[in-house]
C-alpha cells in the first residue's frame, strides 16, 4: 500500500509544479505536455521503488517511448502558437475561479486519470514478474500497432497542415482515410497492449481500469467529442463523416 501512496504523492506534488509554472507562464496547455511525462516519471518511480525485471523494463521503455514522443509533438506544435482553444475557452469562462478551477479540474484531475491508466505498469512493477511469454509478446505487438498509427497519424497530420495549399482544407488521406482519429485510435490501443501485458500475473485483471480509463475519456469525454464538436457543420466534414470510421481504422464507405 506504502507502494501506491507514495507514487500517488509524487505525481500530486508533480502536477501542482505544473500548474504553477501554467500561472507563470500564462498557458494552460502546458498540461498536455505534463501528460505525457507524467507518466515517464511516475513509470520509472514505480519501477524504482519495486523489484526489476525484464517485464517490468519493458513496459518501462514502452510508457517512455510514447510518453516522450507525445509530449515533444505538443510541445513544437504548440510553441510558436498561443493557448489552445479550449484552454483559452476555459480562461474567459471560468472567470475569477479560473486559478481554483484550473488548478482542479485539469491539473489535480488530470493527475488522476493518469494515475488510474498507468495501473498496469504500477502492477507489473508491484508484481513478482515472470520471464517474458506468449501474452506479453502479444500485448507488445498490440502496442506497436497503437504507436504506428499514433505517431505516424500525427506525422501526416503535421505534414499536411505545412502545406499552405491545404489551408481551410480537411485531412482526408493516409492513415486519415481509414478512421477519422488515427493518433486517437492509437494511444486507446498501446494502452490495450501494455494491460495485456500485465495479464499473465495473477490478480492482474482489476488492471483493466487502465485502459478502460483511456478509452473512455477518448471516446466519450475529452479527445473525440472535442474535435467532432468543433468541425461539426462544415459541409467537407459531414461528408467525410458518412465515409469515414470515426475510431477503429475501417475501408472507406461509397457514398
Same mark, same amino acid.
Given at each position: %500500500?506504502?507502494?501506491?501512496?507514495?507514487?500517488?504523492?509524487?505525481?500530486?506534488?508533480? %502536477?501542482?509544479?505544473?500548474? @504553477?509554472?501554467?500561472?507563470?507562464?500564462?498557458?494552460?496547455?502546458?498540461?498536455?505536455?505534463?501528460?505525457?511525462?507524467?507518466?515517464?516519471? /511516475?513509470?520509472?518511480?514505480?519501477?524504482?521503488?519495486?523489484?526489476?525485471?525484464?517485464?517490468?523494463?519493458?513496459?518501462?521503455?514502452?510508457?517512455?517511448?510514447?510518453?516522450?514522443?507525445?509530449?515533444?509533438?505538443? &510541445?513544437?506544435?504548440?510553441?510558436?502558437?498561443?493557448? !489552445? &482553444?479550449?484552454?483559452?475557452?476555459?480562461?474567459?469562462?471560468?472567470?475569477?475561479?479560473?486559478?481554483?478551477?484550473?488548478?482542479?479540474?485539469?491539473?489535480?484531475?488530470?493527475?488522476?486519470?493518469?494515475?488510474?491508466?498507468?495501473?498496469?505498469?504500477?502492477?507489473?512493477?508491484?508484481?513478482?514478474?515472470?520471464?517474458?511469454?506468449?501474452? !506479453?509478446?502479444?500485448? @507488445?505487438? $498490440?502496442?506497436?500497432?497503437?504507436? &504506428?498509427?499514433?505517431?505516424?497519424?500525427?506525422?501526416?497530420?503535421?505534414?499536411?497542415?505545412?502545406?499552405?495549399?491545404?489551408?481551410?482544407?480537411? %485531412?482526408?488521406?493516409?492513415?486519415?482515410?481509414?478512421?477519422?482519429?488515427?493518433?486517437?485510435?492509437?494511444?486507446?490501443?498501446?494502452?490495450?497492449? $501494455?494491460?495485456? /501485458?500485465?495479464?499473465?500475473?495473477?490478480?492482474? #485483471? #482489476?488492471?483493466?481500469?487502465?485502459?478502460?480509463?483511456?478509452?473512455?475519456?477518448? @471516446?466519450?469525454?475529452?479527445?473525440?467529442?472535442?474535435?467532432?464538436?468543433? &468541425?461539426?457543420?462544415?459541409? !467537407?466534414?459531414?461528408?467525410?463523416?458518412?465515409?469515414?470510421?470515426?475510431?477503429?481504422?475501417?475501408?472507406?464507405?461509397?457514398?
Amino acid at each position: %500500500m506504502t507502494y501506491y501512496l507514495t507514487l500517488a504523492l509524487l505525481l500530486f506534488i508533480y %502536477m501542482s509544479l505544473w500548474f @504553477l509554472l501554467s500561472v507563470i507562464k500564462r498557458r494552460n496547455d502546458i498540461a498536455d505536455v505534463a501528460w505525457g511525462l507524467g507518466f515517464i516519471l /511516475i513509470s520509472w518511480a514505480g519501477w524504482h521503488l519495486a523489484e526489476s525485471s525484464i517485464k517490468s523494463l519493458l513496459v518501462n521503455l514502452l510508457v517512455s517511448i510514447w510518453g516522450a514522443r507525445l509530449a515533444w509533438h505538443i &510541445y513544437k506544435r504548440n510553441k510558436s502558437k498561443t493557448e !489552445d &482553444y479550449r484552454y483559452a475557452k476555459w480562461r474567459k469562462d471560468w472567470g475569477k475561479w479560473f486559478f481554483l478551477r484550473s488548478y482542479l479540474e485539469v491539473y489535480l484531475l488530470q493527475g488522476l486519470f493518469l494515475y488510474l491508466i498507468i495501473q498496469p505498469v504500477l502492477f507489473i512493477h508491484y508484481q513478482t514478474s515472470r520471464s517474458l511469454g506468449i501474452l !506479453d509478446f502479444i500485448g @507488445l505487438f $498490440v502496442w506497436i500497432i497503437g504507436f &504506428y498509427f499514433e505517431s505516424t497519424g500525427d506525422a501526416q497530420l503535421k505534414q499536411f497542415v505545412a502545406n499552405p495549399a491545404n489551408k481551410g482544407k480537411l %485531412m482526408q488521406t493516409g492513415l486519415w482515410r481509414y478512421t477519422r482519429h488515427p493518433n486517437y485510435f492509437g494511444e486507446v490501443t498501446q494502452w490495450w497492449g $501494455v494491460f495485456i /501485458i500485465a495479464l499473465s500475473l495473477p490478480g492482474s #485483471i #482489476i488492471t483493466i481500469v487502465g485502459p478502460l480509463t483511456i478509452t473512455i475519456l477518448i @471516446l466519450f469525454v475529452s479527445g473525440i467529442p472535442l474535435l467532432e464538436k468543433k &468541425y461539426a457543420g462544415r459541409k !467537407d466534414f459531414e461528408e467525410y463523416k458518412k465515409k469515414t470510421s470515426i475510431f477503429l481504422p475501417l475501408p472507406p464507405k461509397k457514398v
